[in-house]
């Protein structure tokens, strides 16, 4: 089945940048023709796995939906050649610290965590004051 790892998280300062990486094993959308999503979602000490941006392909083609959380400083992008997708963090707030997961629907999905059905193993992202 789908594997998907994350990377880039760490440590950035208040109002700093920060690129997150998705990795999905295998040729699992590079040559995928049908409707699929990829997600980023993110879950903080002690609160539920929020939604971030999503990003979908179709027969119409593609887009991307954001939380208003993160609309303007995030931007989700992905690279079919190298099955990855990214998601770039700008202007950095505390707030935003929290483990980032990836994850991957085969079908057209929104913002809900239970229209996914691949995850990665997450990777923290700390936003320092």
């Known amino acids: 089945q789908v594997q998907l790892v994350e990377s880039g998280g760490g440590l950035v300062q208040a109002g700093g940048s920060r690129r997150l990486s998705c990795a999905a094993s295998?040729?699992?959308?590079?040559?995928?023709?049908?409707?699929?999503?990829m997600a980023w979602f993110r879950q903080a000490p002690g609160k539920e796995r929020e939604f971030v941006a999503f990003?979908?392909?179709?027969?119409?083609?593609?887009?991307?939906t954001y939380a208003d959380s993160v609309k303007g400083r995030f931007t989700v992008s992905r690279d079919n050649a190298k099955s990855t997708m990214y998601l770039s963090m700008n202007s950095l707030k505390p707030e935003d610290t929290a483990v980032y997961y990836c994850?991957?629907?085969?079908?057209?999905?929104?913002?809900?965590?239970?229209?996914?059905?691949?995850w990665g193993q997450g990777t923290q992202v700390t936003v320092a004051s």
């Open positions: 990003i979908t392909w179709s027969w119409r083609g593609g887009s991307t």
């Open positions: 994850a991957a629907a085969l079908r057209s999905a929104g913002p809900r965590v239970d229209q996914y059905d691949f």
């Open positions: 295998g040729r699992t959308f590079s040559g995928y023709t049908s409707t699929y999503t």
